[in-house]
């Protein structure tokens, strides 16, 4: 089966760092994707992980360990327009196409 | 580049009706997912379509089917509405492979009444 576990709320102050955890169980693994979705609007890519490791882009990294299941979404800088609920999604392997199997989100409230 | 569009953007059914939502992917994508959003149940996999075919399929009842057409355009109907299947309903194309992500329209909010 597959089942993705991420908090379902954090805060945060504006200029602090905060890190969103995300763990997976999948019968198969093809990636691992991040996504955010504001209020009221489709989810938007944020970053893939494939392989273990750390991908930056901007002040958002993404970091991912296979042998333990484990993702996080590390927020630099945070704006107020960084307040969000952000995806968690995995790729199984053993299925056939693009898919994606989502966690519940987790809502960032960023206040000043 | 046009993004993915859906249609219609908001939707009032009552128990027992259908409905269809249609979705236009983004040119050159091939592959079309739906997803179902609820407060409670987040995100949730309905189906996805690759070249005219179903290739994938969450656990969603019969009632919830789709359709792909030739120009990669999709349609999914709901039959016999409940309440519960008030939700936002979300589609999003891709490429063909597992590095490319997802590319999601604003969805069609669907309210059962």
């Known amino acids: 089966g597959q089942n993705i576990d991420q908090p379902t709320e954090m805060t945060a102050t504006e200029g602090a760092i905060v890190q969103i955890n995300c763990t997976y169980q999948?019968?198969?693994?093809?990636?691992l994707f991040w996504y955010q979705q504001h209020a009221g609007e489709a989810p938007t890519f944020l970053s893939y992980?494939?392989?273990?490791g750390l991908e930056e882009k901007g002040r958002f990294s993404s970091f991912l360990s296979r042998s333990k299941g484990y993702s996080y979404l590390l927020l630099k800088e945070l704006q107020m327009k960084d307040s969000a609920s952000y995806l968690c999604?995995?790729?199984?392997?053993?299925?056939?196409?693009?898919?994606?199997?989502f966690g519940k989100g987790t809502t960032l409230s960023v206040s000043s | 580049k046009a993004g993915v569009t859906q249609t219609p953007r908001y939707l009032i059914k009552t128990r027992g009706q259908q409905v269809t939502l249609s979705c236009s992917p983004i040119?050159?994508?091939?592959?079309v997912s739906w997803y179902q959003q609820t407060p409670g149940q987040g995100l949730q996999f309905l189906f996805e379509?690759?070249?005219?075919?179903?290739?994938n399929k969450g656990n969603f009842p019969g009632r919830f089917s789709g359709r792909q057409f030739s120009n990669s355009r999709s349609e999914m109907n709901v039959s016999t509405l409940e309440l519960g299947d008030s939700a936002l309903y979300l589609c999003?194309?891709?490429?063909?492979?597992?590095?490319?992500?997802?590319?999601f329209g604003p969805g069609t909010r669907l309210t059962v009444t």
């Open positions: 999003a194309s891709s490429r063909e492979g597992g590095s490319y992500e997802q590319y």
């Open positions: 999948t019968s198969g693994f093809n990636g």
């Open positions: 992980n494939v392989l273990d």
């Open positions: 999604a995995v790729r199984d392997r053993d299925q056939a196409g693009t898919a994606l199997i």
């Open positions: 040119s050159g994508h091939r592959s």
């Open positions: 379509y690759f070249s005219e075919t179903q290739r």
